[in-house]
């Protein structure tokens, strides 16, 4: 091996040794300072950052705390939110068919359809609420608009905009509401969800 390839060889070792060095040299800088922190300011034990120092965390410190917590909330909050729609979405499935229970029950006694929903059918005389919007000031909306027509199973309005609920007394149909989406598609497919129905647009009334 020549003189100048042995040169070079001591000298590239010598680079990736003040590397290391310098790597090492970091971590052990900011794993002295997160200990420092966590002893209420108090010297670490091999005499690392024995000068005064400030206990605020550094730049650095800050950045990969931030970097680290952004990343969490990607990957955990869109597993939260859907978890809580899809609970929604299940009490909603529930209260419909307990008051559809209800509606079928007062119809064999009857023997139509009851002109409305009445607080007395339900446990401790209330009427459910809507998961959607258990705090909303209205109840439950007849169908005003289409008293003639038996054909009419859904709302021309299906948010939860004006009333929570909807029932038409010509055929029984009964249904919740939900809240108004980032779009239409997705407002439809949380209504046909909630009720277990198959509208095909926020406009569509018939079966």
Not at 94 to 106: F, G, K, N, S, Y
Request: glycine residues 4%; hydrophobic residues 40%.
């Amino acid at each position: 091996m020549s003189l100048y390839s042995s040169r070079r060889i001591e000298k590239n070792n010598g680079l990736s040794t003040t590397h290391h060095a310098l790597a090492a040299t970091l971590f052990y800088r900011i794993f002295c300072s997160m200990m420092a922190k966590k002893v209420s300011g108090s010297r670490c034990q091999h005499n690392c950052w024995r000068r005064n120092r400030q206990t605020g965390f550094s730049l650095l410190e800050l950045l990969l705390v931030v970097i680290i917590l952004a990343i969490l909330a990607a990957i955990v909050l869109p597993g939260i939110l859907s978890s809580d729609e899809d609970a929604e979405v299940a009490v909603a499935q529930q209260v419909v068919r307990v008051v559809r229970q209800q509606l079928d029950l007062e119809h064999g006694k009857l023997g139509r359809w009851p002109d409305n929903i009445q607080r007395e059918w339900f446990v401790g005389g209330v009427l459910p609420k809507n998961p959607f919007v258990p705090n909303h000031p209205r109840t439950i909306q007849a169908d005003v608009d289409g008293e003639n027509r038996a054909s009419k199973w859904h709302p021309n309005n299906k948010t939860t905009a004006s009333f929570p609920f909807w029932y038409n007394k010509r055929n029984g149909a009964f249904r919740i509401r939900v809240p108004e989406q980032d779009t239409d598609a997705a407002t439809l497919d949380l209504y046909n969800r909630a009720n277990r129905t198959n509208a095909r647009s926020l406009a569509y009334t018939s079966m």
